[in-house]
Every structure is written in C-alpha cells, then in structure tokens.
C-alpha cells in the first residue's frame, strides 16, 4: 500500500491544478483518474491526421482577467505562453475580434503540461474513502487498489463525490445536492465543411439550438486547410434530447448547424458526437470556490464550486492549496 502527503481524485482541471502546485511544493502528490488520460473537460477527439478540442473551447477574455486576482493561476498562464504552450486566438463573433487563449497545440496540452512528473494513475476510479484510526485517508479503487494519504482532495461532480463516501462534515451535504440541481449537460459534435463554402466569422453563440460553435481549423498551429468546426447545443435542446441516439442527436445538430449558416443539410459531414453529462454550470456554491476541512485534511475543489469553466476550475484548486498550505505547523510535506 502506498502512503503519499496528498491524494487529489480526479485529472480534470482542478486536480491537474492542484496537483502541480503540491508537488511544486515538495509534497508527495498522487492524482487517480478514472479515464484514459488528464484533462476532464478539456478532452479531444482525433479527426483523420488531426485532432479537435470538444469540451473547453478557450480561455475567453472575462476568463483570462479573472486570473490576474489569483496569483497561483495568473503565474502559470504567464509560464505557459512564455513556453508556447498557450497562445492568442482571435474569435470574431460578428461583432469584431475577441482576445481568446487556447492550449497549443491542443487545450488538454496545458493538463498533461501540469501533471508532468507527478504520479498519476489512470483508468483507476475510485469508489470509497474513509479515514483510518491513524487519521490516515483510505482511498479503494474498483480495481481492488488502495492508496493512502494524509490529506484528500476531491474534484468529482457533486453526485459522484458524495457517493464516495459518508465521511463528508454534514454542513457540505446540502452543497452537494443544491450544485447537483444546477449542473447541465451537453450535446456537441464535430463537423466538417468543404473549403469552397465560406462562412464570413469562426464563431457563433447563443442560437436558440446552438450555445457556441467555433472553427476549430481556426486556432493555432492547426491544419487551416481544412473547416473542423466544434458545435455545442445549448441547454434547453440538450434537456429536451438527452437520451436520445447519438448517431440521430449528431444529425440534428448537424442540419441545425448548417440552416443556421443557410447552406445546404449534405454539405456537412458529421464526424463525432460526445455527449457530456456534467458539461456546465454557472453557479457559485462556495463563498471561496472550494471546500476544506483543515482537521481532517479533506477538501473539494472543482470548477461547480467556483461558477464553472476551466478557470474557476484553476482557481478553485488554487484556493484549496492556499488552504493546505497556510495551516499551521502541517503535518505534510
């Protein structure tokens, strides 16, 4: 059984976050993920020789000018770009040019990037953690695997959290429940158009249909001699299609796509539909953007606690450490 100072459950944005920032630290850091790879929200799909970003499409404006307040974020952001790992992207809505950054050459670059030489065990999801007598965490895997920690750090959606385990301090239940209510997925697909249509901007937002669709082929250090455009449905067409085929929800959405460009149904080709379950929030259910309980070492940090979107995730795990590590005489590191 292996013993680390800090056990951070999830490889998303938060947990990547976090982790970095630990190990940097001096702490001994272990991140579970239940999927394949880091990077939750920021996942990509591979289309032919390229691949495209289907969850976070960037790092808009209001994003970036939040992080310049968290010191822990605004010192990675500028690392990244120092190092080319992120760059500008120019987003033209139709109402002139935004100031977007985005992960080079992919955004789950930046989650890869921040869990570089720490320990990572993936495709282990973890199901139950209680603390020891020793005051330890135990954490099980449905694999039969068990780890242990001093502190616990839990970046899961709130259903999936509270199911982990009956050791949450009560006060965190109703947070759990109320930010579950709140949480929203999401339809998004993967489109291709010939070269010879030309669409005048590479994005759209706020169709009744579609909450945000960006030319992919757009961004930097991409192929621009293709159209791969990421399509995400909005909120309300999501809920009234959720459980629908993926196949006939991805043709929907396609022929949704292209009336609102005014071209013709068969000029899209459909090359990926993914549907995310936990795929936004708005809500801030945490005065700070997290949760932490210093006795007992045990904290949640996510980007549902913090408003929701790649930087509440950052911050969010910002603040948990800042937690962690102003403490007193801690027993870690």
Same mark, same amino acid.
Request: glycine fraction near 6%; proline fraction near 4%; aromatic fraction near 6%.
């Given at each position: ?8 459950? &999830? ?34 799909? @591979?289309?032919?020789?390229?691949? $495209?970003?289907? &969850? ?8 970036? /000018?939040? #992080? @310049?307040?968290?010191?822990?974020? !605004? ?28 992960? $080079? ?10 869990? %570089? ?6 495709? !282990? ?19 039969? #695997?068990?780890?242990?920690?001093? /502190? *616990? ?5 709130? #259903? @999936? ?28 697909? +993967?489109?291709? *158009? ?7 901007? %590479? ?10 669709? +960006? ?16 399509? @995400? ?38 090359? %990926? ?5 936990? &795929? ?5 259910? /945490? ?11 045990? &904290? ?9 979107? $790649? ?10 450490? %800042? ?11």
């Amino acid at each position: 059984m292996q013993d680390f100072d800090a056990i951070v459950i &999830g490889a998303g944005s938060a947990g990547s976050f976090a982790a970095k920032q630990l190990h940097q630290l001096g702490y001994s850091v272990m991140v579970l993920e239940k999927s394949r790879g880091a990077g939750g929200r920021c996942a990509r799909r @591979q289309v032919g020789d390229e691949s $495209v970003d289907i &969850g976070c499409i960037s790092l808009d404006a209001e994003q970036l /000018a939040n #992080a @310049q307040a968290v010191p822990r974020v !605004q010192q990675q952001l500028d690392d990244w770009q120092c190092r080319g790992l992120l760059a500008e992207w120019a987003v033209d809505y139709g109402e002139g040019a935004e100031r977007h950054m985005v992960g $080079v050459p992919q955004m789950n670059t930046l989650h890869k990037d921040l869990l %570089n030489n720490i320990t990572i065990n993936t495709e !282990q999801r973890a199901h139950r953690f209680e603390r020891s007598e020793h005051g330890h965490w135990v954490v099980e895997c449905l694999s039969g #695997a068990v780890f242990t920690s001093k /502190a *616990l750090i839990v970046t899961a959606p709130p #259903a @999936q959290a509270n199911d982990m385990s009956h050791a949450w301090p009560a006060e965190w239940l109703p947070i759990f429940d109320e930010a579950d209510s709140t949480i929203q997925a999401q339809w998004s697909i +993967v489109v291709e *158009l010939p070269t010879e249509i030309e669409v005048l901007h %590479n994005g759209f937002r706020h169709h009744p249909v579609i909450e945000h669709a +960006v030319l992919d082929s757009s961004k930097p250090d991409r192929d621009h001699s293709r159209q791969l455009w990421v399509v @995400q449905a909005s909120p309300v067409w999501t809920d009234r299609h959720l459980n629908l085929d993926k196949e006939h929800v991805g043709d929907l959405l396609c022929d949704a796509f292209c009336a609102m460009l005014d071209i013709p149904s068969d000029s899209a080709t459909l090359l %990926n539909t993914h549907r995310w379950l936990f &795929g936004r929030t708005d809500h801030q259910h /945490a005065p700070d953007g997290c949760l932490w309980d210093s006795e007992r070492q045990l &904290g949640v940090c996510a980007d549902w606690l913090n408003g929701g979107g $790649v930087m509440a995730a950052f911050t969010s795990a910002a603040t948990i450490v %800042n937690h962690l590590t102003e403490q007193e005489a801690p027993a870690l590191a």
